[in-house]
């Protein structure tokens, strides 16, 4: 494709007759560093969209006329920067093209007070208005598939998360890490005024945020009396330092497993924003749901993409009927079995094949657990007061660090009511017994005929639902999703966007 610069706003609708392909669009005010060159590569490297980076100034979002005429302008640079990075085509518009003066159908927006009122916008009075009145009228203008933002300004990008929510506008946004120059700073347009002596500060302003962080996985607290006191050992100017809800902004509770340590400080004339993500443990998806609804193949590709541990609950379950099958125990005898649970093991453990295999008791039964036998007792199982306290006791157990996907019945209301994400994912009874026939694993299922397939499905739900311990519920702040229609990667990569809304991209424990 050929590289375009275009300078007209006219000029756009014929551009985008003309490409014939969804727009990745990477807005940016110029002076290209290598957190622009991070947001244009991976829109490159995510799809085979047509790539546009946009140059522009946005003098609404200068609350300091000085600031506005002094802010670096390295146009040329900036061409070279996104052509040779991935980008399509670059937009610079003038001001009267954004603004035009008779245009009396642009409007200035107003950012929610509830986002807009807090950090940065405390002192700068109507710059995320000014924010949100640019960016509107550039994805009006260009009609993005996606949008991708930087997590440096993470209240910037709730704020325009909220616009393309409220506006109803359709497109993604897409946002990645904080990108960090050789010295820990945040990469910054702005850093070109720094003196030696003012980035030396703002070096120290980041290490304390980064050190703060690390404490913060060991002992799970912040004192930020402590880390103000350090910094003003240094005679940083602190404009503020807050510990927040990193979606809300309000401040951080004791309940919260991420929270957000954002500071803004002034170096000399130039103000620098930092933030980190405090976590306690890794982030958990949690997804619960009828059989047949597609559960298991879902959460396994969502493991894998994300890089998370896959903790299939239900197999655990069918683990332990399967047990008790084989050795003939009699569950109904209580103490008989909390005795005989204290010796079982349940261990999974990836193959040669990257799958995944159910070992109890150091048998390997990821086959045999998948039998009609096993599906027919599973339930009657699995309501066993006994047989619950001690699986979900081990479930816990796995999921003390985070870091995981799991998927069962009662994943989001009993085992993990702290998720960070809760999915219920279902389905009609005809997709889902269509979906169990075509279950090459299970032999045996496919020699059931559809009716009866249905039959027994509806069975297993009535008593999935019904029964007095941890029943199938959908958790009151879960996300149900219907997926009939859908293919498994559309399901996944929809889990995937809910994850990535719920969880910073900077925020993992490595």
């Known amino acids: 494709m050929k590289k375009v610069i275009i300078r007209k706003t006219e000029e756009i609708e014929n551009w985008r007759r003309n490409i014939n392909s969804e727009i990745n669009f990477i807005p940016t005010m110029g002076n290209l560093h290598n957190g622009h060159v991070k947001l244009i590569s991976t829109a490159k490297n995510d799809n085979s969209n047509v790539n546009l980076v946009s140059i522009f100034i946005n003098p609404l979002q200068f609350d300091n006329k000085l600031d506005l005429e002094n802010y670096p302008k390295t146009i040329d640079n900036d061409i070279k920067i996104s052509f040779s990075n991935g980008a399509d085509a670059i937009f610079i518009p003038s001001n009267e093209d954004i603004y035009p003066p008779n245009n009396k ?12 009122s807090a950090l940065c916008g405390l002192d700068r009075i109507g710059h995320f208005d000014g924010v949100c009145t640019v960016v509107y009228r550039l994805l009006n203008l260009i009609k993005p598939k996606n949008l991708y933002l930087g997590e440096k300004d993470w209240q910037q990008l709730l704020i325009l998360k909220n616009l393309v929510l409220k506006k109803k506008l359709n497109v993604a946004i897409k946002s990645i ?4 120059d050789f010295d820990g700073i945040p990469l910054s347009s702005r850093n070109v005024h720094l003196s030696k002596n003012e980035r030396k500060l703002i070096r120290f302003f980041s290490s304390e945020l980064l050190e703060a962080k690390k404490n913060f996985q060991k002992e799970k607290k912040i004192n930020l009396n402590e880390i103000i006191k350090k910094l003003s050992t240094k005679k940083i100017s602190i404009e503020y330092l807050e510990h927040l809800h990193p979606h809300t902004l309000k401040k951080a509770r004791l309940e919260d497993n991420i929270s957000l340590l954002a500071g803004a400080i002034r170096c000399g004339e130039t103000r620098l924003i930092d933030h980190v993500f405090l976590m306690k443990r890794r982030p958990i998806i949690a997804i619960d749901g009828p059989a047949g609804s597609g559960k298991s193949t879902v959460t396994k590709l969502i493991a894998r993409k994300l890089k998370l541990l896959y903790l299939d609950t239900g197999a655990m379950y069918r683990a332990l009927s399967w047990l008790m099958i084989k050795e003939s125990i009699d569950y109904k005898k ?32 990821t086959e045999e657990i998948r039998s009609q036998e096993i599906s027919s007792i599973v339930s009657k199982i699995s309501s066993i007061k006994e047989v619950r306290k001690f699986l979900v006791k081990e479930q816990r157990k796995i999921g003390e660090s985070g870091g995981l996907v799991a998927e069962g019945r009662d994943i989001g209301t009993t085992v993990f009511p702290d998720a960070e994400l809760k999915i219920f994912l279902t389905a009609s009874i005809d997709e889902r017994a269509k979906r169990r026939k075509s279950d090459e694993q299970s032999k045996e299922i496919q020699e059931i005929d559809l009716d009866t397939l249905k039959e027994l499905i509806k069975k297993r739900d009535f008593e999935d639902s019904n029964r007095e311990i941890s029943p199938l519920i959908k958790a009151n702040d879960a996300i149900e999703i219907f997926t009939d229609g859908y293919s498994i990667n559309e399901v996944v990569d929809k889990i995937i966007d809910l994850y990535n809304e719920k969880v910073p991209k900077e925020a993992e424990i490595k």
Not at 177 to 180: E, L
Not at 334 to 363: A, G, M, P, R, T
């Open 334 to 365: 209580e103490k008989k079995l909390e005795d005989i649970l204290k010796d079982i093991s349940i261990v999974f453990k990836s193959n040669i094949n990257s799958h995944q295999d159910v070992f109890i008791n150091n048998y390997c039964v």
């Open 105 to 116: 159908n642009i409007k200035l927006l107003k950012a929610p007070i509830e986002l807009s």
């Open 177 to 180: 890490a904080t990108q960090r």
